[in-house]
Each structure stands twice: as C-alpha cells, then as structure tokens.
C-alpha cells in the first residue's frame, strides 16, 4: 500500500506563480495543501483553481506558521509521509521522489534538501557567505551538521512530523527545524535539490540582512523553552 | 516655582485626566487607577520637593537628585519595555494559534471526510 503522502506549500501573494507550481505538483501527487498565509491577492483563489487544497489565514503570521498549520491538517488527515515545498517556483516536482525515497525506505525521519551537495554553484555571491556563516552558526547552536540550513525543501515522516514543535511563526522556523531534529534525536539526511533563481524569485527572497533578525528570534525562542 | 515644576505638575494634572477618563469609560479597573494615579502623584511629588530627590541621592550615593532620578527611571523604564516586548511576543503567539484554529476549523467544515488518493 502506498504511503498517504500530502505536500504542503506556504504561500504568501504567490498568486502569478502558484498556479503552476501547483498544476506540476498534482501531475504525480494529487494530496498538495496551500496555506495562504493572509496573502491580498488571488493565492488562494488560483491555488485551488490549479487543484490545491487551501487552508487560509486570515491574516499573515509567517512561513513557519503556516507550515505547522499545513502539518498539522495533514497529520490530522493520516499523512505518513509530508513533504514542505516552496510556493516561488524555486522548487522542482522532479526532486520529490529523490526526497522521499529514504523515508519510504524507512530508514530515515526526515530528508533535507540541500543546494550544495551537487556543488552546482548558482546561489547569488551575496547569500553565500551568510549560508556558509549560517552554516557555521547552525553547528555551534543546533549541533547539527548540514550543508543547506535555509531550504524549504524537506520530506518528514509522520513521527518526525508528529516530534517537531514549530513555535517559530517566521523565517527563523528553519533553524528551529534543525534544532528540533538534534532535540528529538532523529534519523536525518541531505539529498541534492535543483533551485531555479529566477528573476520573479530573486526579487521576491529573503534580504541578507534578515539573516541577522532570524538568528535573533531563533536563539531567543529557543531560550525560552 | 521653577518653569520645570510648573510644566511637570501641569502635564501629571493632564495625565490623571486622562487615567480617570479611561476609568470612567471601563478600559482599566479600580486597582490600575489607583496604581497610575498614585505614579503620577509620585512624579509631582519629587518635582516639588526636590529636598526629596536630594536625600534620596545622598542615600544611594548619587551626586544630585537628578541622577538619582534618571538612573532610577533608566532602569525601570527598561525592565518595563523588556516586561512588554515579551507581552507582546506571547501576543503574537496567541494570535497564530487563533488563526491557525480558524482556517483548520474552515477547512474540516468544507471537507469533513479525507481527500481521497485518486
């Protein structure tokens, strides 16, 4: 029998793109959720149009907010096998088999999808710097050693979905991840992922200088544990 | 009196206005009028009676009144923004919380069953 897999994408005003990246999701996986996240514009509308199961915040509280509530139903729902998926385009349908074969194979809890184990060199000059620091950070912090520590691209099982405690509402929900994964002791790798930066992307993405606020919320939410 | 005390003194009338206007109108309870009154009254106080501030100062081993004053307020006033920084940070989780129970709650009542896996 094969396992209930749900995909779920956070989107926030995605509304020119999301209607493709839906439409290529539901070619081979018909169980996708779209949490709009309290988006002004037709994300939700286009979302379900393309065949997307919508779950809708009224107003924006952030990725990670809308991830846990994406989990959440899901879980709630049956799911064995979640995989979190960007709603930018950046991510390729085609990579979703190579995320979830471990977890199906049953010998990991959750797959990372990493922009640099293929050493395809296309991130911005900018970025990599703060991701090699980023890298660094996380090591010290989480006591985790991975190459990508801000992809939006994961497969988690439902124990490691059921384990995971979002408490993080926005960007600083990755490093939480991360940490959680060390907390809970579970079984995780790396599997390479394309990114497509594109022009609509690049425009939409993370400012560097987030980095530093993220770090901040990241080390304060987990102090406060 | 000095120009400061004048305009410190009208200035803590005006905010006692203001506490028992809010009172009057329901939004703070009797304690916290009691409580922002008597701060208010505090504050007029030291202004007026600067021999105050002065033993105080002599007390803590500041130099003038003022200092003593303005470490104190310095201190407080960052504690308090500290206090409300972390109300508003449990705020916010709240709010997420409410509005994730709200589009969880919305979708079950559209699709109560599992979507089947065509």
Redesign the interface.
């Known amino acids: 029998m094969s396992p209930n897999l749900f995909i779920i994408i956070p989107a926030y005003n995605e509304e020119t793109v999301i209607g493709d990246v839906v439409r290529d999701l539901c070619e081979k996986y018909p169980q996708v959720i779209v949490v709009d996240d309290g988006s002004k514009d037709q994300t939700a509308a286009r979302a379900r149009a393309a065949g997307a199961l919508v779950l809708a915040h009224l107003i924006n509280r952030g990725q990670g907010a809308a991830l846990k509530t994406g989990i959440d139903y899901a879980l709630a729902k049956g799911a064995d096998i979640l995989v979190t998926f960007d709603s930018d385009g950046q991510h390729r349908a085609a990579d979703i088999a190579r995320v979830i074969a471990p977890i199906v194979g049953g010998h990991m809890d959750i797959v990372l999808g990493s922009r640099f184990l293929d050493a395809q060199d296309k991130v911005p000059r900018g970025r990599r710097l703060i991701l090699k620091l980023a890298i660094v950070f996380t090591r010290l912090v989480s006591r985790i050693r991975v190459t990508d520590t801000h992809n939006g691209f994961r497969a988690l099982s439902r124990r490691a979905a059921l384990a995971i405690d979002i408490r993080q509402d926005r960007m600083a929900h990755a490093s939480e991840i991360l940490d959680e994964i060390t907390r809970h002791q579970l079984r995780y790798c790396e599997v390479p992922t394309q990114v497509a930066y594109t022009d609509y992307s690049r425009a939409k993405g993370q400012r560097s200088s987030a980095a530093v606020r993220i770090a901040i919320d990241f080390l304060i939410g987990k102090w406060r544990k | 009196m000095l120009a400061i005390q004048v305009l410190i003194v009208l200035f803590v009338l005006f905010a006692i206005s203001r506490v028992v206007r809010r009172f009057r109108g329901g939004g703070i309870s009797p304690t916290e009028l009691l409580g922002w009154t008597g701060f208010w009254i505090l504050v007029a106080v030291a202004v007026l009676t600067p021999e105050l501030t002065q033993r105080l100062a002599r007390l803590l081993g500041v130099g003038r009144g003022a200092d003593a004053i303005l470490y104190l307020a310095v201190v407080t006033l960052s504690y308090a923004f500290f206090r409300l920084y972390m109300r508003l940070r449990d705020l916010?989780?709240q709010?997420?919380i409410l509005?994730?129970a709200?589009?969880?709650d919305?979708?079950n009542k559209e699709?109560p069953s599992?979507?089947s896996?065509?």
């Open positions: 916010e989780r709010l997420t509005v994730r709200l589009a969880l919305k979708a699709r599992p979507p896996t065509a």
